[in-house]
C-alpha cells in the first residue's frame, strides 16, 4: 500500500476546509430531496436536478392555479430558504479556494489544467503536496480509485469500472470536473480532444468521462512533479 507523505499545516487546514464544505453538500441534499417530495405529491412534476428545481421554484409558488395550501406554501418557502442559506456558506468556501488559486504557485498551476477548477487543485495539493510520494501518475490515479479493475475471459481482458478505493471525495469531484469540460474538449483541435473523441467513437460517455478523469489526475501527477503548467500538446502522454 502506498501512503502519502505526512501532511503540512497548511495542507491540514486546507482538508479542513473541503471536510465542512463537503458536509454541507451533503446536508443541502436534505432540503432539496424534501422539496422535491412536496410538490411531487401534489402532483407537481419537475425536471431531475438541483438546478431546474431551483428555476422552476418561483413558479410554483406563484402559481395559484396549483392549489397549493398557504401552510405548505410556507413549508415550500422555507426549506427554500434553507437551500439557499446553505449555498451561500458553501459559495463562502468556494470564494475562499478561488482566493488561494490566486496565492498559491502550485495550486494555480493546477488549475490551468482543464476541469481542474480551484476546489480540484487546492483538494488535490492539500491531500498529495507536491505528488512526488508516487512513481508516476498511474499510481496517483490508482489511489484515487480511477483505474479500472479487469478480469480474463476466454482469454481476453474484460475492463468492469474503477475500483473506487482511495480518496471518495477527490474521485468524485475530478470525475465531475471531467463530466464539466467533455463537451469544451471536443470542440477544440487539441490532443486531448482528439483522444477524447476518438474514445467517445467506440465508448459510452459515461465511460469516457471515467477515463477522462483518470487522464486529468495523470495530468496533475505531471503538472505537480514536474514544476510546470499545463501543456496541451503533450497532456495525451500523461
Known amino acids: ?137 498511474r499510481d496517483m490515479a490508482a489511489w484515487l480509485g480511477l483505474v479500472p479493475r479487469q478480469m480474463t475471459t476466454g482469454g481476453k481482458p474484460k475492463l468492469l469500472g474503477i475500483s473506487k478505493r482511495g480518496n471518495r471525495y477527490l474521485r468524485k469531484n475530478l470525475i465531475q470536473g471531467a463530466r464539466a469540460v467533455l463537451p469544451l474538449l471536443v470542440e477544440r483541435d487539441t490532443p486531448l480532444g482528439r483522444w477524447v473523441k476518438g474514445l467517445l467513437e467506440r465508448a459510452h460517455k459515461n465511460t469516457v468521462v471515467v477515463a477522462l478523469a483518470n487522464k486529468l489526475a495523470r495530468i496533475a501527477w505531471a503538472v505537480l512533479t514536474g514544476g510546470q503548467g499545463f501543456d496541451a500538446e503533450h497532456a495525451v502522454a500523461a
Open 1 to 137: 500500500m502506498r501512503f502519502v507523505e505526512v501532511k503540512t499545516h497548511a495542507q491540514s487546514d486546507m482538508q479542513s476546509l473541503h471536510r465542512a464544505r463537503e458536509r454541507l453538500v451533503n446536508e443541502r441534499t436534505a432540503p432539496i430531496n424534501h422539496l422535491r417530495a412536496l410538490v411531487l405529491e401534489r402532483g407537481i412534476t419537475v425536471a431531475q436536478g438541483r438546478r431546474k428545481l431551483e428555476k422552476e421554484l418561483p413558479g410554483i409558488l406563484a402559481d395559484e392555479a396549483l392549489g397549493l395550501s398557504p401552510r405548505i406554501r410556507q413549508l415550500v418557502s422555507n426549506l427554500r430558504e434553507e437551500w439557499q442559506g446553505l449555498d451561500h456558506r458553501i459559495a463562502a468556501f468556494d470564494t475562499e479556494f478561488v482566493a488561494q488559486a490566486r496565492n498559491d504557485e502550485t495550486v494555480r498551476r493546477l488549475v490551468s489544467v482543464p476541469g481542474i477548477g480551484s476546489i480540484n487543485a487546492t483538494a488535490l495539493v492539500a491531500a498529495v503536496g507536491n505528488g512526488r510520494a508516487f512513481a508516476r501518475g
